[in-house]
């Protein structure tokens, strides 16, 4: 079927301007997204098309985070690797064996703290904090990219709309990576070869292999189909090109920065 054509909402979701309900977006993004966000394009941009994807997705991270840490073997293992980086930093003289005592300490007082009611609470509010800030951070990267490098038609919201909207793919990752969590009793924080394999992702070799994973690549294809539509662009190709080419080179800046600051491998899991 021709990708340009113009989807057809059902009479119950079809506002009175025409306008795709949020409900057809989110079914849209998954089955027909280049048929959605083309329509999407032809409207005004709407906040609860990025706000309320990015809301269920760093919901669903904090709640899979916090059930996680009730399954003991998956608790263990998240401290043996907290254990495991302080001492690593401890042996490259990024910390002394001082330092590196008291860092083991509190991440065994953290961890008992965050597994009650308080915790919880400030896991919930930490992640969604911090979440939207990363969120308005890549909208805004990504739109000075289109803007002045691709010349595209469209706005900051259409960048957060694109972005938010690709969000629904992460959170089913999420679930699915959470509910591999319970089963295996390792953290996965997504559903790589690198996961898979418990190949340290702070290696060369788990670099590259935390790359090949289907729904990181599905998500950010669709996150190219939106940007292209949303700025009105009728090549998807270069979008392409400048979604996976940020993706791998930044992720790459930030895999080197880690093996020269230690402390930054914290977030490289």
Do not use: C
Not at 3 to 18: A, D, K, L
Not at 119 to 128: D, Y
Not at 145 to 158: P, V
């Amino acid at each position: 079927m021709d990708s340009n054509e113009t989807i057809t909402p059902t009479e119950e979701t079809q506002n009175v301007n025409g306008e795709l309900s949020h409900s057809d977006k989110m079914i849209g993004v998954f089955t027909e997204p280049a048929k959605m966000f083309e329509h999407t394009s032809k409207f005004p941009t709407r906040n609860k098309d990025w706000v309320i994807p990015v809301l269920i997705l760093f919901l669903v991270a904090a709640l899979v985070r916090i059930l996680a840490m009730t399954n003991k073997e998956v608790y263990f293992e998240a401290k043996k690797q907290g254990i495991e980086r302080i001492e690593k930093m401890v042996e490259s003289e990024t910390l002394t064996r001082e330092q590196g005592d008291e860092a083991i300490n509190r991440i065994d007082q953290q961890m008992e703290f965050m597994q009650g009611p308080i915790g919880w609470v400030i896991t919930i509010a930490t992640t969604l904090i911090f979440g939207f800030i990363i969120i308005f951070l890549i909208a805004g990267f990504y739109y000075l990219l289109i803007r002045f490098l691709l010349k595209g038609e469209g706005t900051f919201a259409s960048a957060l709309v694109a972005n938010g909207l690709t969000m629904y793919i992460s959170t089913l990752q999420l679930i699915i990576a959470g509910i591999l969590t319970m089963l295996l009793g390792k953290m996965m924080t997504d559903t790589s070869l690198a996961s898979f394999m418990s190949i340290d992702k702070n290696t060369i070799t788990g670099w590259l292999l935390a790359k090949v994973d289907p729904i990181s690549i599905w998500a950010y294809i669709v996150l190219a189909i939106g940007f292209a539509k949303m700025f009105k662009s009728e090549s998807t190709g270069k979008y392409y090109a400048l979604v996976f080419g940020s993706w791998l080179i930044v992720m790459f800046v930030l895999f080197q920065l880690s093996q020269a600051v230690p402390f930054l491998q914290n977030f490289m899991q």
